[in-house]
């Protein structure tokens, strides 16, 4: 959309945990749930992405310094207009990360709400100029 910058719609939800409790997530929204186990990009940790149709809406990833259970890591936003976002955090001095995913053209912004809930800003190409 021409001129709209900002959150679009949520993007996935992301759960980290011990190696063995992601491992038993990854059976239950498959095996129960059934979602599907597809592609995730190279990044340096490991874990799983699980798809709805063609959308990976369940990200779970591993932890070794996770406690006895998982925890909700972040949700996730798709959004539009990234320069625009960024220029009015920098403007709030609200702290946030830039990283780009592996093998793709994705900006993402991680950065937390005044809760301290995780948030992960998704811009797909080409609404980034960075």
Do not use: K
């Amino acid at each position: 959309m021409i001129g709209r910058m900002g959150v679009s719609g949520i993007d996935h939800l992301n759960i980290s945990g011990r190696p063995d409790l992601i491992a038993r997530c990854r059976d239950f929204y498959v095996d129960v749930l059934g979602l599907a186990e597809g592609y995730r990009p190279p990044f340096s940790s490991r874990g799983f992405w699980l798809y709805a149709g063609d959308r990976p809406i369940v990200h779970l990833t591993e932890s070794a310094a996770a406690n006895e259970g998982a925890a909700l890591d972040h949700i996730a936003f798709a959004c539009d207009g990234a320069d625009e976002l960024i220029e009015r955090l920098q403007h709030s001095g609200v702290e946030y990360q830039v990283n780009r995913v592996p093998g793709t053209e994705q900006l993402q912004l991680f950065l937390r709400d005044p809760a301290g809930v995780g948030l992960e800003l998704n811009f797909s190409p080409p609404s980034r100029r960075l």
